[in-house]
């Protein structure tokens, strides 16, 4: 009874570990050697849990968006959409202002054409979920939006996914999260009701 407790918890340490690596290095960058000791276990632990690099990156794109997808659930309970788009700015700004990490789906994203085919449809669905969401926030809001006008709520919401990543990227870049603030609260701005 002990070890089936044990294993969870062991997976979970080997995938927060894993997921702060990749965050900073890229999947790339992910040792299961680094991992074994960090956690204080043995490389072939790690591989007990997770045979391959693969699988790891799979394991770790299902649980990023698992829990992405729990704190959407969160945020559609709030009333005002404006609220509603902070919290989901928040999702990604926390990962700068958390040791100037990166959005793991967008370090595997520049990682791609290396990553097994099964990441690579666990990442796009990843992105598709986080767009799907925004555009049915961007729809329920209608022509009440600036952007209505000029282009569908789909497209505004890969827009914002996009500049998400992108301003992530460039606040990285300058260990700096005031560039992603200025960059997103323009996004933001022009999402805003009249």
């Avoid at 900073?24 to 045979?51: C, L, M, T, Y």
């Avoid at 992405?68 to 202002?97: K, P, Q």
Wanted: charged letters at 20%; proline letters at 3%.
């Amino acid at each position: 009874m002990a070890q089936s407790t044990q294993a969870p918890k062991t997976q979970e340490r080997i995938l927060s570990r894993a997921k702060e690596i990749a965050q900073v290095h890229g999947i790339a960058g992910v040792s299961f050697r680094d991992i074994a000791a960090h956690i204080g276990i043995k490389s072939a632990s790690v591989h007990h849990h997770f045979p391959s690099k693969g699988d790891l990156t799979v394991a770790l794109v299902r649980m990023q968006r698992a829990e992405t997808e729990s704190a959407l659930a969160r945020i559609e309970g709030e009333a005002d959409f404006r609220e509603r788009m902070r919290s989901f700015v928040n999702l990604f700004r926390t990962h700068l202002v958390t040791g100037n990490r990166f959005c793991l789906c967008g370090m595997m994203g520049a990682e791609v054409a290396g990553l097994p085919e099964q990441a690579q449809h666990e990442l796009a669905d990843f992105f598709d979920a986080c767009a799907g969401w925004l555009e049915a926030q961007i729809a329920a809001e209608g022509t009440r939006l600036r952007w209505s006008p000029y282009a569908s709520p789909a497209q505004v919401a890969r827009l914002f996914v996009a500049s998400l990543e992108g301003a992530m990227l460039i606040a990285r870049v300058h260990q700096d999260v005031a560039h992603f603030d200025a960059a997103i609260g323009v996004l933001l701005d022009g999402l805003s009701q009249d």
